[in-house]
């Protein structure tokens, strides 16, 4: 059996208990020159080339890709049209029931995570599901050299995922301050109270080229983390490296 969509099978067709990656973004603003989708493409993608390599270190592994959660909790991102955010107790409550009702004929679940608005919420949701059994955990898209929002890393990726979608015409440098450093203001004011345009970091300097590195990359470090199976106290699986992480 090779790795397929969920959606895409009659119930009889589905394996006996599969391992079942979920992909998690959001639909949100990315400056002038990414679409909405940005968080749901690339989770999605980083979930279907992860089964593909998974399928390749164990082919008789039973494994589905499930449809993509395509809303989180932008909140900060409200100051700007298109943002369609379903706060933080919706996106908890939506991550619980739906692995209550994977689990009835799943085994593991794991949520691939694209947008960093949604970290607390998940942790929280895996937290609460894993007191209640259920084999659930999560695991973020992102490598070291990730800007904080819409800027080199994710305009990279989708100049190589979507590049029709991609308008490198309207594309500005924002914000490129170093979150930790921009935090308190961007909790208080929200991204456009930061970055008029919406983007933090640089685009500008985008290529396919990196975009196709970078997804290796975080391809490669998700495999790596469902294979080690260990998780941290918020439910976030571990690289062979744990200080690499989704939180500290």
Not at 104 to 120: E, I, Q, S, Y
Request: aromatic share 2%; proline share 7%; charged share 15%.
């Amino acid at each position: 059996m090779t790795s397929r969509d969920l959606a895409d099978l009659p119930w009889p067709a589905l394996p006996p208990s599969p391992m079942v990656l979920v992909p998690l973004g959001s639909t949100e603003q990315h400056g002038p020159h990414l679409p909405l989708h940005t968080d749901t493409t690339i989770a999605t993608a980083v979930a279907e080339g992860a089964a593909a390599g998974l399928r390749g270190a164990q082919p008789d592994r039973a494994l589905l890709v499930a449809p993509a959660v395509a809303y989180g909790a932008s909140g900060e991102h409200q100051g700007f049209c298109g943002t369609a955010s379903i706060g933080h107790e919706a996106l908890r409550s939506l991550l619980v029931e739906l692995v209550r009702s994977l689990s009835l004929w799943a085994g593991r679940v794991v949520f691939v995570n694209g947008h960093g608005g949604n970290l607390p919420t998940v942790a929280a949701a895996i937290s609460q599901l894993r007191y209640e059994r259920h084999d659930a955990s999560w695991v973020p898209c992102a490598v070291e050299e990730m800007d904080a929002h819409a800027g080199h890393a994710e305009t990279s990726l989708m100049l190589h995922l979507a590049p029709r979608l991609v308008r490198m015409g309207q594309a500005e440098a924002g914000n490129s301050t170093p979150l930790t450093d921009l935090m308190p203001r961007l909790v208080a004011e929200g991204v456009a109270g930061v970055s008029p345009c919406g983007v933090l970091g640089d685009p500008t300097t985008a290529t396919a080229g990196e975009g196709r590195r970078i997804l290796t990359r975080m391809i490669g470090d998700v495999v790596a983390r469902v294979e080690h199976g260990q998780v941290d106290r918020h439910g976030c699986l571990l690289s062979s490296d744990p200080a690499a992480s989704g939180l500290k």
